[in-house]
C-alpha cells in the first residue's frame, strides 16, 4: 500500500473521531438544555398551587401574585423553544418574583405555619435543588464544548463543519442573586 494513502486513511480516520467528539458534545449540551427545561416544568407546575394556598391569605400581595403567575406562563412558552438566552432571562425575572414571594410569606405566620404550604415549599426548595444542578450540568457541558470548539485539533474541525458554541450562554447567577442576604428581612 502507498504511504500517501495511509496517510490520507489516518487524516480521515482522525477527522471522523474529531467531528464525531463533537456533535456527541454539541447532543449533550442539547440534552442538558432540555434537563433544565424538564425541572422547570415541575417549578411551573408547583407555582399555581403555591399562589391559590397563599392567595386566600395575602389579598393586599396580588401584585406579585399576578406578576409571577404571568412570568410562570412567559417562561412556560418559551421551554423547548426560543434561544437559551431568553429563557435565562426570564428565568432571572421568575427568580426575583419567586425570592419576593418567599419573603412576602414570611409576613403571614398562619400561612408559614400551614402543613400543605410549608409541605409546597419544602417541594418548592426541592425542585430548585435540581434546576440547579441541571444547570451545572449544562454549564459543564458548554464548557466541554467550547474546549473542544477553541482547542486544537478539533478547533480546525469544528471550524470546517461550522460548529460553535455561541448559540448556548452559561447561565450564570443575576446581579440581585449574587447581593447577600439582608436578614432582617426575614423578621418583619
Same mark, same amino acid.
Request: net charge negative.
Given at each position: 500500500?502507498?504511504?500517501?494513502?495511509?496517510?490520507?486513511?489516518?487524516?480521515?480516520?482522525?477527522? #471522523?473521531?474529531? #467531528?464525531?467528539?463533537?456533535?456527541?458534545?454539541?447532543?449533550?449540551?442539547?440534552?442538558?438544555?432540555?434537563?433544565?427545561?424538564?425541572?422547570?416544568? $415541575?417549578?411551573?407546575?408547583?407555582?399555581?398551587?403555591?399562589?391559590?394556598?397563599?392567595?386566600?391569605?395575602?389579598?393586599?400581595?396580588? %401584585?406579585?401574585? *399576578?406578576?409571577? +403567575?404571568?412570568?410562570? *406562563?412567559?417562561?412556560?412558552?418559551?421551554?423547548?423553544?426560543?434561544?437559551?438566552?431568553?429563557?435565562?432571562?426570564?428565568?432571572?425575572?421568575?427568580?426575583?418574583?419567586?425570592?419576593?414571594?418567599?419573603?412576602?410569606?414570611?409576613?403571614?405566620?398562619?400561612?408559614?405555619?400551614?402543613?400543605?404550604?410549608? %409541605?409546597?415549599?419544602?417541594?418548592?426548595?426541592?425542585?430548585?435543588?435540581?434546576?440547579?444542578? +441541571?444547570?451545572?450540568?449544562?454549564?459543564?457541558?458548554?464548557?466541554?464544548?467550547?474546549?473542544?470548539?477553541?482547542?486544537?485539533?478539533?478547533?480546525?474541525?469544528?471550524?470546517?463543519?461550522?460548529? %460553535? #458554541?455561541?448559540?448556548?450562554?452559561? /447561565?450564570? +447567577?443575576?446581579?440581585?442573586? $449574587?447581593?447577600?442576604?439582608?436578614?432582617?428581612?426575614? /423578621?418583619?
Amino acid at each position: 500500500m502507498n504511504i500517501g494513502w495511509i496517510i490520507a486513511l489516518v487524516v480521515a480516520l482522525v477527522f #471522523y473521531v474529531l #467531528y464525531a467528539s463533537l456533535i456527541k458534545t454539541r447532543n449533550k449540551v442539547h440534552e442538558s438544555m432540555a434537563d433544565v427545561d424538564v425541572q422547570l416544568k $415541575k417549578r411551573y407546575d408547583l407555582i399555581p398551587n403555591m399562589l391559590n394556598m397563599a392567595a386566600k391569605f395575602m389579598e393586599h400581595e396580588k %401584585t406579585l401574585m *399576578t406578576e409571577l +403567575a404571568d412570568l410562570r *406562563t412567559r417562561a412556560m412558552q418559551n421551554t423547548f423553544v426560543g434561544s437559551p438566552k431568553e429563557k435565562m432571562e426570564l428565568e432571572n425575572m421568575l427568580n426575583q418574583k419567586l425570592q419576593d414571594f418567599k419573603i412576602s410569606l414570611e409576613n403571614y405566620p398562619d400561612l408559614k405555619s400551614n402543613q400543605t404550604m410549608i %409541605t409546597a415549599m419544602e417541594s418548592m426548595n426541592e425542585v430548585e435543588e435540581h434546576i440547579a444542578a +441541571a444547570r451545572r450540568f449544562y454549564n459543564a457541558n458548554v464548557n466541554e464544548l467550547k474546549n473542544k470548539v477553541e482547542i486544537f485539533p478539533s478547533s480546525l474541525v469544528a471550524s470546517i463543519l461550522s460548529i %460553535t #458554541y455561541q448559540d448556548f450562554p452559561f /447561565f450564570q +447567577a443575576t446581579e440581585a442573586e $449574587k447581593a447577600p442576604i439582608n436578614s432582617k428581612d426575614y /423578621f418583619k
